[in-house]
C-alpha cells in the first residue's frame, strides 16, 4: 500500500507564511490562520511543504488506504487561497450563498481574498466542518 505524500513536518509555520510573496495572499494567510487556531484550539503545523494543518485524524478509505490528515487545513496557493474544510459539508448549505464570492471542489473551498468573502460566514462553515469531523 502506498504511503501518504503529505505528512506533518517541523517546518516553521510563521516562517513558511511570512515568504508568500503576494501581500494580500500572506495577510490573508495569516488571518485564516488566527482564525482556524481560535477555532480549533490547535497550534498549526505544516503538513509536506505548503499545507497548514490544524490537529489530526486518521482515515480509513474503502479502498483499505489508511492515512493521517489535518482535522482542517489550508493552502495559499497561486491562484486562490485552498481552505480543506469540505469534507463534510454539503455545497447546498445555505451558509455558501451567504459566503460571497468562492468556489468548491472536491473537499476544497477556493477563495481569490478574504475582501470578497463575509468572514462570520467564513468562521460558521469551519465549525460546522471541526464539528463534523471530530463526531466521525
Known sequence: MAEAKTKPTNQSVDKFLKTIPDATKREDSMKVAAIM???TGEKPKMWGTSIVGFGSR????ASGREGDWPLIAFSPRKQNLTLY???ELSEDNELFKKLGKHS???SCLYIKRLADIDTPTLKKLI?????????R
Do not use: C, D, F, P
Open 58 to 61: 486518521h482515515l480509513k478509505y
Open 104 to 106: 468548491i471542489g472536491g
Open 37 to 39: 487556531t481560535e477555532i
Open 127 to 135: 465549525r460546522q466542518s471541526v464539528k463534523a469531523r471530530a463526531n
Open 85 to 87: 474544510i469540505m469534507g
